[in-house]
């Protein structure tokens, strides 16, 4: 049985545009604390100006030692 994303916390890459926005809003929706990363700092801007409920964060996720360095951050900020 499904039981949704309320009190869930979900991590989106290349989350600051497009699908990864739309499914980023879905999940604060439906009561789960949103990251979304992305390398698109005007994206990211954007995404800031318009959900600003979801956190943002600029990583390169084809650089393993940024991916390591968010994956430390988000577990401390999101639990």
Known sequence: ???GPEG???LITAGAA???TTLGQQFVAEG???QCCDV???ALSTLR???PEIR???VDVSDPAAVSRTFDEE???LG
Request: glycine letters at 8%; a positive charge; zero cysteines.
């Open 1 to 3: 049985m499904y039981e």
């Open 8 to 10: 869930k916390r979900v």
């Open 18 to 20: 497009g699908l990864g």
């Open 32 to 34: 789960a604390r949103v």
């Open 40 to 42: 698109d700092e005007t």
């Open 49 to 51: 100006q318009t959900s």
């Open 56 to 58: 943002q964060t600029k």
């Open 75 to 77: 577990h401390q900020t």
